[in-house]
């Protein structure tokens, strides 16, 4: 079997690496050969979990069409969000859980999305239904991936799948789920030694908008106002690196993980900002509104956007 | 559960037809709310495979959002191939098992596609994932989409799945099915009470190459000399179809289901005409040439079209 390489989006996340650590080995029992590896390194929640369960982050790469012909995409389908190089490569299956957006192929493939909260909860699926065992240790890694996309199973993206899978990893992997996941999330919650221009690229994805180039990143707290005392800073960040990058708007989502509210931050020409605030039907003051309950950015912000971008 | 349509492509053969009755069948004991309909009507082939197994031909849509706000795709997803205005309501799951092109949604989906040769071969994968129970009739049906699509596990698009499936599903069905599988696709390949017109348009689908609208047409038979007989009717009906539609090359393959092979008939401009048989390696004799072998528009047609138009 030709070598292929498994790989979630750029600006990896838990969810990312975690799961394509575990679809590689999955396939593989099915007779693939496959390497997982990552379009960047792990944040400092990802290091956790890695840490916890005994894995290596997988290795970083830039591009992928000099190493193989073919790729499996995790968490992720829109050619931007992936390597480089992906119109080079041929993709052969595809494990995610978000919209289908400018992802054409050439030939049939492996296609597996859900609705659901996170890809590792449709990765245990699978398993389940080939009755192929999870190691303790990769259920571990699963678990972490569900518990950081889900924000321990609070965000509205959560469904009765994701619950199951949580319960049944936690069991595999033989830890108290509330307990480690609160651990976890905590670990990706220090921002005190990053500097503003690393936060805004942490977990940041990027969105054309009818034509506009969004950019909406976000950071997860357990101390709101610590965060909102840099808020300058983000806001010179921000726009520096839409100056550099062409973003035709900035959105920065600061999450509380304890009590699941949110303040944003936006960037953009006034026209832009309007459609913000046409979005969330909210005024923006001083470049910034609180937004509370809103956790998630594939469900609470990037549909509103795209309504108002498009509307 | 608001009400969904569930239906296959334009101009359905029986994976269209007989899947979408089988995976509204299999989401509604799944708690959906769903009608299996159609964009046109069954063909003789289909028909036939109906009326064996009880079933009434599928109420036929020309439109869906002046009924539903959402709908379930099977056995296609490009949208050029689906209901007229497929972009006015929101597709809620894909079942396929063809490359993916142009297809694009604002929301997380349930998308599930497989390399297989037919799209029931998958439906009967989830039905087992569920362990739910296939009804006789059912599985007669699917049997048939099966048989249809792979020309009796034929076709080179035939997977070990599709064999495993058909074993499974003759089983259940009761019917021998190598017996019925030849009756059935003989049942389809009755031209002579048909014109041109009306043959070059039963089993067509149009694809977008490189910009270039190219429609490419099959017809099963059983004694190739005898529809060819028909070939200046048939040039004559692809050329005005062409010029009616738009369409910048037309192809019809005439398949002999008896000993898989086939003849093309190409009309379009010399520079079209010229791609043509650079895709195929062949010179076209008199608008004419013969594929030995050939007989899967999507594995053995559209593939190295693709790669001339673009290249």
């Known amino acids: 079997m030709e070598k292929e390489l498994v790989f979630g989006h750029q600006n990896p996340d838990t969810d990312a690496i975690g799961t394509a650590i575990a679809f590689s080995y999955f396939v593989n029992k099915l007779g693939c050969n496959t390497e997982p590896v990552a379009l960047g390194e792990p944040n400092d929640e990802t290091a956790y979990a890695l840490a916890k369960f005994g894995f290596e982050a997988p ?3 830039k591009t992928a069409s000099d190493e193989v012909k073919s790729v499996m995409l995790v968490d992720h389908n829109e050619p931007q969000q992936s390597v480089s190089d992906i119109d ?6 595809v494990v995610d859980h978000h919209r289908i957006m400018n992802f054409n192929t050439a030939d049939p493939l492996y296609y597996r999305a859900e609705p659901v909260g996170c890809t590792s909860t449709i ?3 699978m398993f389940d239904e080939q009755e192929m065992e999870i190691p303790e240790k990769l259920a571990g890694l699963m678990l972490s991936a569900i518990i950081s996309d889900t924000l321990l199973l609070k965000s509205p993206t959560t469904t009765d799948k994701d619950k199951a899978a949580v319960e049944a990893l936690a069991k595999i992997a033989g830890v108290d789920y509330k307990e480690y996941g609160l651990a976890m999330l905590k670990a990706g919650t220090n921002i005190a030694d990053k500097s503003e221009d690393e936060l805004i690229d942490l ?3 990027s969105f054309e908008l009818n034509g506009n180039n969004v950019r909406v990143a976000q950071i997860n707290v357990v101390d709101l106002p610590e965060a909102m005392e840099r808020k300058d800073a983000f806001l010179k960040a921000m726009e520096n690196a839409s100056k550099e990058n062409g973003y ?3 959105m920065l989502l600061i999450t509380n993980i304890l009590d699941s509210d949110s303040e944003a931050l936006v960037v953009g020409s006034d026209e832009n900002k309007a ?7 909210k005024k923006l ?9 809103v956790v998630s950015r594939k469900k609470q912000v990037v549909p509103p956007l795209t309504n108002a971008f498009e509307g």
């Open 59 to 61: 290795r970083v790469i």
């Open 88 to 93: 080079k490569v041929k993709v052969s299956r």
């Open 123 to 125: 990765v245990w699926e």
């Open 203 to 205: 977990d940041a994805k």
């Open 248 to 250: 035709d708007m900035f």
């Open 275 to 281: 459609t913000f605030e046409k979005a969330f039907g």
């Open 285 to 293: 003051s001083d470049s910034e509104v609180k937004l509370p309950g």
